[in-house]
Every structure is written in structure tokens, then in C-alpha cells.
């Protein structure tokens, strides 16, 4: 799909402001841009140690890829961007970004908000996270599967 933006999955740390910008500088013509940043936090109560993802390479960018055309289509982005890491992460760390650009506003934030519900529920990740009580998987949450009803 055309339009500024793309998909990346990587263990490396990136720079938001780096991201926003060289995002900006794509998408001409726009007129409103969303940007929205997941950060691990520390559900635990000081002791969280890590949180670790895990994806198939290949199979997550395809999906992420589908996901991102069909807002790029739904609301006639200029750009769309999704950026998520893998690997171990620890409290505070930026996991994941997303980044919308349109004409107007409302389809800026809804394509964000629907691809923000899509990562929080479908997208093809496994997270652990590490405490000093052991280890234990993510579980899915009823409300991040409820909110893809909206669209």
C-alpha cells in the first residue's frame, strides 16, 4: 500500500522524535497527524524485572502490513506507521508506536485508535513478563478484544 509510513518489528530501542519527524516530512498534504506510544509498565508493584516478546519474523510484518493497508483505505491516510520491538524490554521502555496522518483530524485519530485495538488483540505477539515472583504469560484482556467491535 502507498502512503508515508510502513512496518518495521525490531529488538532496537528507536527515537520518537527521529520517527515523528522523518513521518511529518512524508505525508504532504496532511493536514492532521496522530502519533501514539505504548510504554512497558509495571503492573507487579516494583517487581516487574522484564517483560519479553516474541514474534514470527515474516509472519508479524504480513500481518501488521494487512492491518495498516486496511486503514490506509478505510480513511484515506496519507501514512500510516507502526513500530514494535521484541525482545526484553524493561519497565519504562517504549514497546511500540504508531502514527496516523490525514486530511482532518477524526480520521487521523481513528485510524491510531484502530490500529492501537488491532496491536492490543490481534497482532501475532506473546509477551512474558518477569517478576521476582517468576514468570508468567500475557493473557489476552476482554476489554482490548471488546473494542474491536467498533470497527
Given at each position: 500500500m502507498s502512503g508515508a509510513g510502513g512496518v518495521r518489528v525490531q529488538r532496537e530501542a528507536f527515537d520518537l522524535g527521529a520517527e515523528l519527524e522523518a513521518f511529518e516530512a512524508a505525508t504532504s498534504g496532511a493536514g492532521?497527524?496522530?502519533?501514539?506510544?505504548?510504554?512497558?509498565?509495571?503492573?507487579?508493584?516494583?517487581?516487574l524485572d522484564?517483560?519479553?516478546?516474541?514474534?514470527?519474523?515474516?509472519?508479524?510484518?504480513?500481518?501488521?502490513?494487512?492491518?495498516?493497508?486496511?486503514?490506509?483505505?478505510?480513511?484515506?491516510?496519507?501514512?500510516?506507521?507502526?513500530?514494535?520491538?521484541?525482545?526484553?524490554?524493561?519497565?519504562?521502555?517504549w514497546i511500540m508506536?504508531?502514527?496516523?496522518?490525514?486530511?482532518?483530524?477524526?480520521?487521523?485519530?481513528?485510524?491510531?485508535e484502530f490500529l492501537m485495538d488491532y496491536l492490543k488483540s490481534r497482532a501475532p505477539f506473546w509477551k512474558k513478563e518477569y517478576t521476582s515472583d517468576g514468570a508468567e504469560w500475557v493473557a489476552a484482556k476482554e476489554e482490548d478484544e471488546a473494542a474491536l467491535t467498533r470497527w
Amino acid at each position: 500500500m502507498s502512503g508515508a509510513g510502513g512496518v518495521r518489528v525490531q529488538r532496537e530501542a528507536f527515537d520518537l522524535g527521529a520517527e515523528l519527524e522523518a513521518f511529518e516530512a512524508a505525508t504532504s498534504g496532511a493536514g492532521a497527524m496522530v502519533s501514539f506510544t505504548g510504554i512497558v509498565r509495571d503492573d507487579a508493584g516494583g517487581r516487574l524485572d522484564r517483560m519479553e516478546i516474541e514474534h514470527y519474523p515474516g509472519m508479524t510484518e504480513r500481518a501488521l502490513e494487512k492491518i495498516r493497508a486496511d486503514a490506509m483505505k478505510r480513511w484515506d491516510l496519507a501514512g500510516a506507521l507502526i513500530v514494535h520491538r521484541h525482545g526484553a524490554l524493561r519497565p519504562g521502555e517504549w514497546i511500540m508506536m504508531v502514527a496516523t496522518a490525514a486530511r482532518h483530524r477524526k480520521a487521523a485519530f481513528a485510524a491510531a485508535e484502530f490500529l492501537m485495538d488491532y496491536l492490543k488483540s490481534r497482532a501475532p505477539f506473546w509477551k512474558k513478563e518477569y517478576t521476582s515472583d517468576g514468570a508468567e504469560w500475557v493473557a489476552a484482556k476482554e476489554e482490548d478484544e471488546a473494542a474491536l467491535t467498533r470497527w
